[in-house]
């Protein structure tokens, strides 16, 4: 990843309460259980988001706007599907 010589973005987040706390360990651990997240010693992080669904429950969300910001993009077009089968 090219994030163009600027230092690794570690940002905080924001004070969770008690029980917005306890809702994102308890989906950490459903997700590492099912092996879509692991425990890394990066030095990047991002802010961590409790999104409210409109059946009351909770969505977690990483935000990696500072990150995106830093990354250089790649520049040339994805391949079309039909061109790799091909």
């Not at 090219?2 to 987040?13: A, E, L, N, R, V």
């Not at 009351?56 to 250089?72: A, E, I, K, V, W």
């Amino acid at each position: 990843m090219d994030t163009q010589g600027f230092p690794p973005c570690k940002i905080s987040f924001g004070q969770l309460s008690y029980w917005e706390e306890a809702e994102v360990k308890r989906q950490i651990d459903i997700l590492v259980d099912l092996g879509k997240m692991k425990f890394n010693n990066s030095e990047y992080a991002c802010c961590i988001t409790l999104l409210i669904k409109k059946d009351g429950s909770r969505h977690f969300c990483g935000d990696y706007q500072p990150l995106n910001m830093q990354t250089c993009r790649d520049l040339f077009p994805m391949p079309l599907v039909d061109d790799l089968i091909t």
